[in-house]
Every structure is written in structure tokens, then in C-alpha cells.
């Protein structure tokens, strides 16, 4: 079974350009979230979906990030314009909910660097 | 919000002695999670815990969910070269939140 796939996987721009980054997450799993894991720290959420819902997006600096789940599979999550502080990896993960619980699993992240 | 203390934050040890590290939290969650991180990559689950009390292995990894439900340990026995990496304990809720919160992380070093 394929895992959380991320594109692309490293990528460096110069400030106040934009990039995007997209997420295809495990065939079925209804919740998809993007974290972001800034060096030396443990994976913050940005933002979580459940089908195409975003459900919880308090984290996410709306001045500059957007995101979108369309048909409730894939996703993008969009930074315009970047800052020098955005460089950090940018994580996408999914799970299921089930009775027993809810397990997440995470994409390879996408490696930003903003210059 | 939950906080999560994971300790230690970091730890270097000689190949083939144990490795234990733990989280605890002020908080009360449904589901604990270890996962390992290696560089360059994202991190990749390695054992989930949903229950209680619950004692799960996963190969030289055992990882207990405490009774309080409010604290973790993963311990590694025998450990390996490859056991390089950086491991986080993440903890769940099941609420209308349904977030998961991560540890600081225990950067784990084995020397040959």
C-alpha cells in the first residue's frame, strides 16, 4: 500500500515568491493534516481536514498560507509571498478514525528554503 | 493547550545497551504514538498505543501506555547503529479538536 506521497521534496526560492506543495494521502483515510517541523522541534499543525472540510485552521497564518482539499483526496498548501522565517519542513499526513483510535501517518515532508 | 515534556532531549550510548525515554503530559490523552524521525525524511510510526495500561512490541521496541493515561515510555533493547535518529512521542484526543500533539523529540546516537 502507497504511504503519504509529498511533492516536491526540497525546494528553495527567494522571499516574497510563492510555492506550493501537494499531498496525496493514503487511499481511504478520510483526515489529512499538514504540519509544519521547524529545525530541532517536533511537527506543529497548520491545518487538519476531514473529507474536504478544514476543520481545524487555527494555526495557520492566513495572511500569507491557504490551503485546499478538493474531492476530499488531495491537497495543497500554498505560501504567497514567502518569508525568510518559512523555511522549515512542510509535513502532510492521514488517518483514518476508527472505534479503536486514530492512527496518522506522515508524508516524507517537503523541505523548504526561503532565501 | 496540551504540552508534552519528552525526555531526554537527547542521549548517546555505546551499540547493544538499552535505550529508555518517556513523555509525560498534564493532560489526559486517548492515544499515545511513537515515531521515529531520520534525517531528511518524515517521521514514520513505530508503535501505537489506545488503551490504558496497554504493552506493545514492535520488534527490539516496547512501548507502554501509562495507567494515568497521561505519560509514555519507549525503550530499546540491544540497540543498533541504524537506531540513529530522533524519536517523538505524539498524544491524541478524541474530541472535537482531534489534534495530535508532539513531543520536543529524543535525539538517540549509538556508537559502534
Known amino acids: 500500500e502507497a504511504g503519504v506521497v509529498q511533492s516536491p521534496r526540497y525546494k528553495i526560492i527567494e522571499k516574497k515568491q510563492p510555492v506550493a506543495f501537494w499531498c496525496n494521502p493514503i487511499s481511504g483515510h478520510n483526515t489529512l493534516y499538514w504540519y509544519r517541523q521547524n529545525l530541532g522541534q517536533g511537527p506543529e499543525l497548520l491545518i487538519r481536514?476531514?473529507?474536504?472540510?478544514?476543520?481545524?485552521d487555527s494555526q495557520l497564518p492566513k495572511d500569507r498560507f491557504s490551503a485546499e482539499r478538493l474531492k476530499g483526496v488531495d491537497s495543497t498548501l500554498k505560501i504567497q509571498p514567502a518569508e525568510l522565517g518559512d523555511s522549515a519542513v512542510y509535513l502532510c499526513?492521514?488517518?483514518?478514525?476508527?472505534?479503536?483510535?486514530?492512527?496518522?501517518?506522515f508524508g516524507e515532508g517537503s523541505w523548504l528554503t526561503v532565501v | 493547550g496540551q504540552q508534552l515534556n519528552q525526555s531526554p532531549q537527547s542521549m548517546f550510548i555505546q551499540e547493544g545497551e538499552d535505550v529508555s525515554m518517556n513523555c509525560t503530559s498534564s493532560s489526559i490523552f486517548n492515544t499515545w504514538l511513537w515515531y521515529k524521525q531520520d534525517p531528511g525524511e518524515g517521521p514514520v510510526l513505530l508503535i501505537a498505543?489506545?488503551?490504558?495500561?496497554e504493552l506493545t512490541s514492535n520488534g527490539r521496541l516496547t512501548a507502554q501506555f501509562g495507567i494515568t493515561r497521561k505519560d509514555s515510555f519507549l525503550n530499546i533493547s540491544a540497540s543498533i547503529p541504524s537506531d540513529v535518529g530522533i524519536y517523538f512521542c505524539?498524544?491524541?484526543?478524541?474530541?472535537?479538536?482531534?489534534?495530535?500533539?508532539f513531543g520536543g523529540g529524543t535525539r538517540l546516537m549509538v556508537k559502534p
Open positions: 498505543l489506545y488503551k490504558a495500561g
Open positions: 499526513a492521514s488517518s483514518f478514525t476508527a472505534s479503536s483510535g486514530n492512527t496518522i501517518y
Open positions: 481536514y476531514e473529507n474536504e472540510e478544514a476543520v481545524d
Open positions: 505524539a498524544g491524541h484526543v478524541n474530541n472535537a479538536g482531534n489534534m495530535l500533539t
